[in-house]
């Protein structure tokens, strides 16, 4: 972030001057070293950071950090190593009292425009080539996705087979047990490799034609900008629409009452069977592969629950998606009246330009309508596939240590570092191999009991919004775009909790629309049950995978989100008012108020 600083400017606390909560001394060992903010070379304390409470909104357990470190570790290599962006580089990051915090890497002024020809030459090769080179995407992708459900932990022998004697293979099998967790870990990292490959260039082409925008019709408003893109079919609302399909073939087919209880799984499938209902039972499970590889989350953390493995969910979905057809609603995205609106805004526009600009204009608006979808269909693919297939195998290799008595239950894997588990699992081949008993089963259950309180201790503590002294202007356009971390932003969360003198709660205005409801205050996925028809939502922040809940819902307020963010998106594929980037709209506004909404110009107010 580039901006002179002024010595008057109010600041966020230092990270060594934050009280640790109550049972939480020590957590610092719980991350590795590099993680946690040591200020070994004096300018960690000079640098500012704010918390992306968009991507990681709990308290990391130590093996969970994996998500926030391949994540952010390979969005900077491709800034930095692949495209050579000319005015960003890549983002530090840091773990704090349990959350992930950023600081974004500017290029020096004077490097800026050596950048800027190889990067042209670079991001030129895939817009020029995009559709080869995302066919070739998801093939590499699903490859390693494949390649990951074959890795199995199994229990090992109590002798090697008589055949391995006879052909002198000389391995045991614990050698495969080794091989699969790295491999594991492997192919996690290379699919968030893939993650990057398209995701900034999809950023990047809608910020080009932005900022164009912005050039030739001063005064533009930014959602004129995004109406221009929308309207388009993401892969990312496809799990959504098959329950969407579900629903509707359901009511075709009179199954309506077999759908009285979707928390009985087995009871709700044998009621459709015995209704007569095979034709659905076999569209329900085509959809599983792949659109049940869901989750609920946001696929970073080990707790996140998946459609295939929670099936009361999507079946839960489906029964409302009845009902509401039963109704008489529509339950369809308005699709064509987005085609619409996004045609006239266009036309609204290029109504106004000479033929010079027209043709530039027509250019960057097709790239950034053809980059656009990648900005939330690589969701599906990595967040929700990649990492749901990766919790599972996390929790088998879990499973495989409970059984030999290291610890209690499966998921107790996550308080263990990703060193630690290997360190586990030679341990737990060596006592196997030797005869004797390993030192985990004695060392673990207490330890991960000390950790477990230790991460209680930091959840019950939210985290600071952002730290030390932020720059006088906000101008990175990522953070901006994406999070929605303006000056004003910065700002608001520098005064506190309050709202602003006129009574109103101000952010980003993401999504048009003006409306009026009752607040429902959601923080985190378990309590999406509870949001009712007609329902206001509020939110830290939004997952994708809450389509359902858009499709009965008002509209939406976030803490943290900019034009680019998920909940900013939905949105306007839904056609719903959204205000994000509040910074406190969760923590002020309470469920059962009365609020307005206004999407126009960002303003969120308590009625009652």
């Known amino acids: 972030m580039t901006a002179t600083q002024q010595p008057t400017m109010k600041s966020f606390p230092k990270p060594s001057t934050l009280s640790v909560p109550a049972g939480a001394e020590g957590w610092e060992k719980l991350y590795p070293y590099n993680l946690v903010f040591q200020n070994l070379s004096g300018d960690e304390d000079e640098k500012f950071w704010f918390c992306d409470s968009q991507h990681w909104p709990t308290v990391f357990k130590p093996f969970e950090t994996i998500g926030g470190e391949f994540a952010v570790k390979c969005l900077g290599q491709y800034n930095t190593r692949h495209l050579l962006i000319p005015p960003a580089n890549g983002i530090e990051f840091k773990i704090h009292l349990g959350y992930l915090y950023m600081s974004p890497v500017s290029v020096p002024e004077d ?26 995407w998801h093939i590499k992708v699903r490859s390693t996705i494949d390649e990951m459900e074959s890795l199995s932990f199994p229990t090992l022998p109590e002798m090697v087979p008589f055949e391995d004697i006879v052909s002198g293979k000389a391995k045991d099998g614990s050698e495969m047990l080794m091989e699969n967790y790295d491999r594991l870990i492997q192919l996690c990292y290379q699919n968030w490799q893939y993650h990057f490959e398209f995701l900034n260039l999809g950023y990047l082409a809608y910020l080009d034609f932005f900022g164009f925008c912005k050039e030739l019709f001063p005064g533009i408003p930014d959602q004129a900008i995004a109406k221009m893109v929308q309207g388009v079919d993401m892969e990312l ?52 592969d792949p659109w049940f590889n869901f989750t609920v989350g946001n696929g970073f953390y080990g707790h996140d629950k998946y459609w295939i493995e929670y099936q009361e969910i999507p079946l839960g979905y489906i029964k409302d998606y009845i009902r509401r057809l039963d109704e008489g609603q529509q339950i369809l995205r308005p699709v064509e009246e987005l085609v619409t609106e996004r045609d006239r805004v266009i036309e609204e526009y290029r109504d106004l330009l000479d033929a010079a600009n027209l043709e530039l204009f027509d250019a960057k608006r097709g790239l950034a309508a053809t980059a656009y979808p990648y900005v939330e269909n690589h969701n599906f693919y990595i967040e929700h596939w990649t990492m749901g297939v990766f919790w599972r195998k996390v929790r088998e290799l879990g ?81 901006m775009m994406l999070y929605g971390i303006t000056t004003e932003q910065v700002q608001q969360w520098l005064a506190g909790d309050e709202v602003g003198t006129d009574g109103a709660i101000t952010g980003m205005a993401s999504s048009p629309g003006i409306v009026e409801g009752i607040a429902r205050v959601v923080q985190h996925a378990d309590q999406l049950n509870e949001v009712q028809e007609g329902d206001i939502l509020v939110a830290t922040v939004t997952a994708p995978s809450w389509g359902p809940i858009f499709g009965k819902i008002k509209a939406t307020v976030t803490d943290i989100g900019g034009m680019m963010s998920h909940a900013a998106i939905v949105c306007r594929e839904y056609g719903l008012p959204a205000v994000t980037g509040t910074g406190n709209g969760s923590t002020t506004i309470r469920t059962g108020q009365l609020i307005r909404v206004d999407g126009n110009t960002g303003r969120v107010e308590i009625l009652g």
Do not use: C
């Open 111 to 136: 490097q800026i425009a050596s950048r800027a020809t190889e990067f042209e030459r670079r991001a030129g090769h895939y817009f020029q080539n995009w559709d080869s080179l995302l066919e070739n």
């Open 237 to 288: 609302f496809r799990p959504d629409d098959e329950l969407k399909t579900l629903a509707a073939l359901a009511v075709e087919l009179g199954l309506q009452q077999s759908f009285s209880d979707t928390d009985d799984v087995d009871g709700t499938l044998e009621r459709v069977r015995a209704a007569g209902g095979e034709r659905w039972l076999e569209a329900y499970l085509t959809a599983q």
């Open 399 to 479: 499973q495989l240590f409970a059984d030999a008595g290291f610890w209690t239950d499966k998921n107790d894997m996550l308080y263990l570092t990703r060193g630690e588990v290997r360190d586990a699992i030679f341990d737990l081949i060596t006592g196997w191999a030797v005869g004797a008993d390993a030192t985990g089963p004695y060392y673990w259950p207490a330890e991960i009991e000390r950790r477990r309180g230790i991460i209680d201790a930091l959840s019950s503590q939210r985290p600071q919004p952002a730290l030390n002294t932020p720059p006088a202007q906000i101008t990175e356009p990522f953070t």
